[in-house]
């Protein structure tokens, strides 16, 4: 049983298409996160939703839309695609949004864009 | 803003040899939690610190909590090839509304 699932993990576009990601925790976890990691390694926090409400919305271009229909998913929407969002991204659940006892990540999503 | 500083950035090490690396902050931190990223997966926690002074191992790891909450040490004990990855600090930052990751040590391990 997969704990944090994320949906597709490879995925190739054009600039300029519209695509989702989604991303499925059955720990019971309240707070979910999305987050960006670049050629470099470096991780980057998108968004946080705890209990369905968004609290975390760090400097992300308007195309990227998160959607939370229920404290399990929190899926990601992208707009308009371009070549500089090729990356991997990855989603995350805490048990609360302190987490203080980590974060349980997915295996990813690498998104091309071309 | 509570930015974390690993270093060093990348290590090659032979099969057998011990590992240190380390993390550091200008701020406060007050849990530590150290994450391995195999290649095509998601970070996974290996060791989380609370307490400033701590050290806690997890088989041939051992991390250590700072005295002063501003730093701390991973070491890894007779390296394995499987101990290849990349290797991230983390904290949570103040409001605890994130975790503040480091920018990851890379390690490579000759057989």
């Known amino acids: 049983d997969t704990a944090v699932s994320q949906t597709p993990k490879y995925l190739v576009t054009q600039m300029g298409n519209d695509k989702s990601i989604k991303c499925e925790q059955n720990?019971?976890?309240?707070?979910m996160y999305w987050y960006k990691q670049d050629s470099k390694k470096f991780l980057k926090i998108m968004f946080s939703?705890?209990?369905?409400?968004?609290?975390i919305n760090e400097t992300v271009p308007n195309r990227f839309s998160p959607k939370s229909p229920d404290k399990a998913h929190l899926n990601l929407h992208i707009n308009s695609l371009e070549l500089g969002d090729s990356a991997v991204y990855f989603c995350?659940?805490?048990?609360?949004?302190?987490?203080?006892?980590?974060?349980?990540f997915g295996s990813g999503t690498r998104l091309t864009v071309v | 803003g509570q930015q974390l500083n690993q270093s060093p950035q990348s290590m090659f090490i032979q099969e057998g040899e011990d590992v240190s690396m380390n993390c550091t902050s200008s701020?406060?931190?007050?849990?530590w939690l150290w994450y391995k990223q195999d290649p095509g997966e998601g970070p996974v926690l290996l060791i989380a610190?609370?307490?400033?002074?701590e050290l806690t191992s997890n088989g041939r790891l051992t991390a250590q909590f700072g005295i002063t909450r501003k730093d701390s040490f991973l070491n890894i004990s007779a390296s394995i090839p499987s101990d290849v990855g990349i290797y991230f600090c983390?904290?949570?930052?103040?409001?605890?509304?994130?975790?503040?990751f480091g920018a990851g040590t890379r390690l490579t391990v000759k057989p």
């Open positions: 995350a659940s805490s048990l609360d949004r302190a987490s203080l006892y980590g974060y349980t």
């Open positions: 720990l019971g976890h309240d707070t």
């Open positions: 939703y705890n209990n369905k409400e968004l609290i």
């Open positions: 701020s406060i931190f007050n849990t």
């Open positions: 610190l609370y307490k400033a002074g």
């Open positions: 983390a904290g949570p930052t103040r409001a605890n509304n994130d975790m503040r």
